[in-house]
């Protein structure tokens, strides 16, 4: 028999009492109003094959080029959607330090034990 696997949601217990457990249902977010310092951050969108000339044909320059970048990087901010989770780590997914400032509302939130197999089916 197969070990169970579970994955760690972490999330404000108000979050958790009146939305999750209410309908079961995880919700996600744009990256852009995540709490994780790197995902909410302004960050430019590099390439050599991106080809800004095409995306932005009405206002793209040489000279506005890094500002395209950032703008390109913020629409993908807006765009993305995303559900954050931790790994079963020897049983230990739910004591990740980082999770519970970030999205356990600096440990006075919650982190649901979520069967794996169960969720991606």
Not at 9 to 32: D, G, Q
Not at 55 to 70: A, G, K, L, M, V
């Amino acid at each position: 028999m197969a070990t169970k696997k579970y994955i760690y949601h972490y999330t404000k217990f108000i979050t958790a009492i009146e939305y999750i457990l209410p309908t079961m249902k995880l919700k996600s977010n744009s990256l852009k109003k995540m709490n994780d310092p790197r995902e909410n951050q302004l960050w430019a969108f590099l390439g050599k094959n991106v080809n800004y000339p095409e995306i932005y044909p009405d206002t793209y320059s040489r000279e506005c080029h890094i500002e395209h970048q950032f703008k390109l990087g913020d629409e993908i901010r807006k765009s993305v959607q995303a559900i954050s989770f931790v790994q079963n780590e020897a049983g230990k997914g739910f004591m990740n330090e980082m999770m519970w400032a970030h999205y356990g509302e600096n440990h006075r939130g919650i982190c649901l034990e979520i069967d794996e197999q169960v969720y991606c089916e």
